[in-house]
C-alpha cells in the first residue's frame, strides 16, 4: 500500500532529521522535563503511564512545565495556570482536523455556533425538556427494557450513545427526522470516525505540526472522507423535511407557525434563508448541524456512562439519591420541569463528583497563536507552543478539595444549609476548580443542556431500576494516553418491581 510506504519513508526522514535537531528551550521558558533517550523523550511514558509521569514531573519541576513528546515540545500547565490558558484568546482551541472535515462543506464560525447553541439549546430548556423525557424513556424501554431478571450489559456506553443521540436529534433537527434510525446511529457513530482519523499516530509531528495536519488530512484530498457516509445519510432524511418546511413557509407566509427546534431556527437566519434547496445548501446545513452533533454526543454519552458505573460502584449512595428522585417523580406525576430537574440537588453533586473522578488527566490541547505569553509565575512561552491543560492536577488538588481529594464525596458541593434548604456548587458550573467544561468565555456552551439530559436520564432509570456493578466495586476508567474512558465492564439491571 503506497500510504504505508510513504508513511515509512517519512519515519526514517525524521528518525534522520532528528538525530541532529534536538528541542530548543528559551531562557524564560518552563522547564523541560529531562529525559533520557532522543527522539523519543518523553513520549512513552506519557502514552503509557500518564497519570503517574504527569504527576511525578508536577512535583519535581511545579507548573508549568513542558514535555517532549511526539517530537514537539508541549507545555502543561496545572491548578495554578490553567485558567489563564482558557481565558486568553490567544491560545486557539485546536480541533485541525475536526476543522478541515467540516470546512470542505462550509466555512463554520465557532462564535455563531456557541452562541445558537447558547441561546437556542441551553437557553430553550423549558420548551425542549418535556420531549426529551419522552425520548428518553422510549430509549430506555428500547434498550434496557424490563429487566424483570437481572440484566447485564457490557456495553452500555454504545446504548448510551443512541439514546442521547436521539434527544439531541430531536431537538436540533427536529421531531420529524428523529424518528429514522440510520440518523440516529450517524448521530451516535460520527465522532468516531473522526476521532479514529485523529489517533493515526501524530508520527509526523517529529518533522512539524503542520506537515502533520496535512498528512492527517491527506485522505480527505483523496476522497476516503469518515463523515461522507453521514453527510449522504443526512440529506437523504433530511433533504425532503427542509423542502417541506421551506414551501409550508412560503404558502403560509405570516401564518406559518415557527416550530420548535433549530432547523426552524436557521430558516430565518439571513445566511440560511432560501429558496432552492441544492446540495450546496445541504451541505451548509450538514456542517453547520453536524459540528453540534459532534460536539455534544459522545462527551454526553461518556458523562452518562461514568454517573451510571459510579452510582453502581457505590451503593451507600442509593437510598439518598432515590429518596429524592421518588418525591421530585410524585410531586410531578413523571412529567418534570425545568424546575423539578433544579430541585434534584443531591443527584446534581453526585454528577458533579462524577465529573471530578472522570476527568481526564491532560487534554484541551490549545495552541499559542500570539507572539510570545507570560503565565503569572513568570515563564514565558513562544508562539506555536502546544498548550495542554493537566486537568487531573485541577480536579484532585488539595487546594480546592484538600486531604479527601481523592474519595468520592458528593457532599463536597454542598456549600451551606439554611431552613432545610441545601446550597451547592451545581455540576453545570464553570470555575477554576473543575475544568470539564473548560471555562471563562468559551466554555461548554452545551451544558447546561448536557447536564439536564443527563440528570434526566439518571432520574429516569434509578426509579425504575436497580442498578449495581457486575464486579461488586468500583471498577476503573480505562486509559488512552492521557484521556480516561468509561470503565467497559458489566452493569446489571433489575426492576424495583
Ligand atoms: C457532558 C458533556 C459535555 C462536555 C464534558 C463538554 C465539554 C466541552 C469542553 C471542555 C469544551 C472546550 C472549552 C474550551 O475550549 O475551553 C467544549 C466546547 C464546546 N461544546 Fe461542549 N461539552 C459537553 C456537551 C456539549 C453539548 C451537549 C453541546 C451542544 C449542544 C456542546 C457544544 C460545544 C461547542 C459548540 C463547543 C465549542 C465552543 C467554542 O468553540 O467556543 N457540548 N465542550
Ligand atoms: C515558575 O514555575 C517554574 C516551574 O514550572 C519554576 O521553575 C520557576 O522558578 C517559577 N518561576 C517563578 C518566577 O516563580
Ligand atoms: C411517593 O408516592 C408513593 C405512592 O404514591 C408513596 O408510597 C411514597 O411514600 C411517596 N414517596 C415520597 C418520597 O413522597
Ligand atoms: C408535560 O407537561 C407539559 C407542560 O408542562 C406539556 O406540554 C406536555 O404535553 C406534558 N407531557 C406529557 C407527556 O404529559
Ligand atoms: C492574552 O495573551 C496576550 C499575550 O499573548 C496578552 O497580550 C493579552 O493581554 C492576554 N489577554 C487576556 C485577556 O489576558
Known amino acids: 500500500m503506497v500510504y ?49 509521569f504527569l504527576k511525578k514531573c508536577r512535583e519535581k519541576y511545579g507548573e508549568p512545565f513542558s514535555l517532549y513528546v511526539f517530537g514537539s515540545v508541549r507545555t502543561f500547565t496545572g491548578v495554578e495556570n490553567s485558567v489563564e490558558v482558557l481565558k486568553n484568546d490567544s491560545f486557539d482551541f485546536h480541533a485541525a482536523i475536526n476543522k478541515d472535515v467540516f470546512n470542505q462543506f462550509k466555512k463554520l464560525d465557532p462564535v455563531y455556533t456557541s452562541r445558537v447553541i447558547r441561546e437556542q439549546i441551553s437557553g430553550k430548556l423549558d420548551v425542549y425538556i418535556s420531549r426529551i423525557q419522552s425520548e428518553l424513556l422510549f430509549g430506555i424501554e428500547k434498550y434496557f427494557g424490563d429487566c424483570k431478571e437481572p440484566k447485564t450489559f457490557r456495553n452500555i456506553q ?123 445548501y445541504m451541505d451548509g446545513l450538514f456542517a453547520q448541524l453536524y459540528a453540534i452533533v459532534f460536539a455534544s454526543t459522545s462527551s454526553t454519552s461518556k458523562a452518562l456512562a461514568f454517573a451510571l458505573f459510579d452510582y453502581g460502584g457505590r451503593p451507600e449512595l442509593w437510598n439518598e439519591i432515590y429518596e429524592e428522585q421518588l418525591k421530585i417523580y410524585n410531586d410531578s406525576n413523571g412529567n418534570l420541569s425545568v424546575e423539578d430537574v433544579h430541585k434534584m440537588v443531591k443527584l446534581d453533586c453526585f454528577l458533579r463528583e462524577s465529573f471530578r473522578h472522570s476527568s481526564n488527566i491532560a487534554g484541551l490541547m490549545h495552541l499559542f497563536t500570539g507572539d510570545s505569553f507570560t503565565f503569572s509565575n513568570g515563564t514565558t512561552i513562544p508562539k506555536d507552543r502546544l498548550v495542554f491543560v493537566y486537568t487531573r492536577d485541577t480536579a484532585f488538588s488539595d487546594k480546592f478539595y484538600g486531604e479527601t481529594a481523592n474519595d468520592f464525596q458528593p457532599k463536597r458541593h454542598i456549600t451551606s444549609r439554611y431552613n432545610g434548604k441545601i446550597v451547592h456548587t451545581p455540576a453545570a458550573k464553570v470555575d477554576r476548580s473543575l475544568l470539564t467544561f473548560g471555562v471563562g468565555k468559551r466554555a461548554c456552551p452545551g451544558r447546561l443542556f448536557a447536564v439536564n439530559g443527563i440528570k434526566l436520564c439518571l432520574h429516569k432509570l434509578i426509579l425504575k431500576y436497580n442498578i449495581r456493578t457486575e464486579s461488586g466495586k468500583v471498577d476503573p476508567p480505562r486509559r488512552f494516553s492521557a484521556l480516561t474512558l468509561p470503565p467497559i465492564s458489566g452493569l446489571v439491571f433489575e426492576n424495583r418491581n
Open 158 to 280: 454504545h446504548m448510551l450513545g443512541l439514546i442521547v443521540a436521539k434527544t439531541v436529534a430531536n431537538v436540533i433537527i427536529g421531531e420529524e427526522v428523529a424518528q429514522f434510525e440510520d440518523i440516529i446511529t450517524s448521530f451516535a457513530m460520527v465522532e468516531r470516525g473522526l476521532t479514529k482519523m485523529r489517533f493515526i499516530p501524530p508520527i509526523l509531528t517529529f518533522i512539524s505540526l503542520s506537515l502533520n495536519a496535512k498528512f492527517l488530512t491527506l485522505p480527505l484530498k483523496f476522497g476516503w472522507n469518515p463523515i461522507s457516509r453521514h453527510r449522504d445519510i443526512f440529506v437523504k432524511r433530511y433533504k425532503p423535511i427542509v423542502e417541506e418546511r421551506i414551501r409550508q413557509r412560503k404558502k403560509l407566509g405570516e401564518k406559518y407557525i415557527q416550530k420548535e427546534d433549530l432547523l426552524d431556527f436557521f430558516l430565518n437566519e439571513p445566511h440560511y434563508k432560501t429558496d432552492i434547496v441544492d446540495d450546496k
Open 4 to 52: 504505508t510506504e510513504v508513511f515509512c519513508l517519512l519515519f526514517f526522514v525524521t528518525f534522520i532529521f532528528h538525530l541532529i535537531k534536538r528541542p530548543r528551550i528559551g531562557v524564560n521558558e518552563p522547564p523541560l522535563v529531562q529525559y533520557r533517550f532522543p527522539i523519543i523523550g518523553h513520549t512513552y511514558y506519557y502514552l503509557y503511564d500518564s497519570e503517574n
